[in-house]
Nanobody, 116 residues
Framework: QVQVVESGGALVQAGGSLRLSCAASGLIFSINSMGWYRQAPGNERVLVAAITRGGTTNYADSVKGRFTISREQAINTVYLQMHSLKPEDTAVYYC??????????WGQGTQVTVSS
């Protein structure tokens, strides 16, 4: 199995920056991709950014040009660097790892609050 743990959520002013971290453990070799999702109150959980084993990235249109997903393979960690934060970015951010044959591991989530 794979486990992921997020960290880095905080309260930040609009226009500010924040970096989230996601540490993976377990069967690391079986991870195909990792992604960041977010869920605001009353809304569905949606994909924010993802990175594949080969390093290909994709982003939600709402965060393109502001957020960057990256990884540090030596320590099995994926980051989400967020700039120019807006109040609408406020949500619980979840890290997820897709591994094996269609399996998913989710973290517990980390709260990001952007004040106006």
């Amino acid at each position: 199995q794979v486990q992921v743990v997020e960290s880095g959520g905080a309260l930040v002013q609009a226009g500010g920056s924040l970096r989230l971290s996601c540490a993976a453990s377990g069967l690391i070799f079986s991870i195909n991709s990792m992604g960041w999702y977010r869920q605001a109150p009353g809304n569905e959980r949606v994909l924010v950014a993802a990175i594949t084993r080969g390093g290909t990235t994709n982003y939600a249109d709402s965060v393109k040009g502001r957020f960057t997903i990256s990884r540090e393979q030596a320590i099995n960690t994926v980051y989400l660097q967020m700039h120019s934060l807006k109040p609408e970015d406020t949500a619980v951010y979840y890290c997820a790892a897709q591994y094996g044959l269609g399996r998913n591991a989710w973290g517990q989530g980390t709260q990001v609050t952007v004040s106006s």
